[in-house]
T-cell receptor, first 112, second 114 residues
Framework: IAGITQAPTSQILAAGRRMTLRCTQD?????MYWYRQDLGLGLRLIHY???????GKGEVPDGYSVSRANTDDFPLTLASAVPSQTSVYFC???????????FGPGTRLTVL | GDSVTQMEGPVTLSEEAFLTINCTYT??????LFWYVQYPGEGLQLLLK?????DKGSNKGFEATYRKETTSFHLEKGSVQVSDSAVYFC?????????????FGTGTRLTIIP
């Protein structure tokens, strides 16, 4: 089934640890995105990628990094997790300008 | 910068009631407008969209009209069902980064009582 997969589904992490959230899409979309969802704040863009080999910063990029080595994968890395990064993380992709964004099922991350 | 303001929830309605969730936006240029829905424990799904002024998006009995004069994109449904219980997000897509960056409202939680 075409779509976006994210892993892990949920994770509890000690502060200071490194963590990579995985995202894979099989729709051959050029653009991919990472959002975090926090109660009362909606979804906020962390990083994005217009095409393989390029990345850009969104609204809340601090403490996160991304890479886009190929079209399908867009991992999000927390180099040294902090409790304020406790959130639900959604990956999304879209095919081009004006196209709909399709979302993955999310990763619930808790940093203690 | 771009922003989206939607009515705060939670909203609780009885089955078959009329629904309106207000959404207004601030943006430069001519954004595309979206309503996304998030069912419990799931990711976001596109509900409907409109790409230019006076367009009406519709899906599953929901409708929203792109009103440039009032910078609004209110979501409506004539008769809600229990299965419509979810969180609804209004969003706009601008060209700030040369791509389809979405700016979201804070979400409105809707609960339908049988």
């Amino acid at each position: 089934i075409a779509g976006i997969t994210q892993a892990p589904t949920s994770q509890i992490l000690a502060a200071g640890r490194r963590m990579t959230l995985r995202c894979t899409q099989d729709m051959r979309h050029n653009a991919m995105y990472w959002y975090r969802q926090d109660l009362g704040l909606g979804l906020r863009l962390i990083h994005y990628s217009n095409t393989a080999g390029t990345t850009g910063k969104g609204e809340v990029p601090d403490g996160y990094s991304v890479s886009r080595a190929n079209t399908d994968d867009f991992p999000l890395t927390l180099a040294s997790a902090v409790p304020s990064q406790t959130s639900v993380y959604f990956c999304a992709s879209s095919g081009g300008s004006g196209d709909t964004q399709y979302f993955g099922p999310g990763t619930r991350l808790t940093v203690l | 910068g771009d922003s989206v303001t939607q009515m705060e929830g939670p909203v609780t309605l009885s089955e078959e009631a009329f629904l309106t969730i207000n959404c207004t936006y601030t943006a430069t240029g001519y954004p595309s407008l979206f309503w996304y829905v998030q069912y419990p424990g799931e990711g976001l799904q596109l509900l409907l969209k409109a790409t230019k002024a006076d367009d009406k998006g519709s899906n599953k009995g929901f409708e929203a009209t792109y009103r440039k004069e009032t910078t609004s994109f209110h979501l409506e449904k004539g008769s809600v069902q229990v299965s419509d219980s979810a969180v609804y997000f209004c969003a706009l897509s601008g060209a700030n980064f040369g791509n389809e960056k979405l700016t979201f409202g804070t979400g409105t939680r809707l609960t339908i009582i049988p």
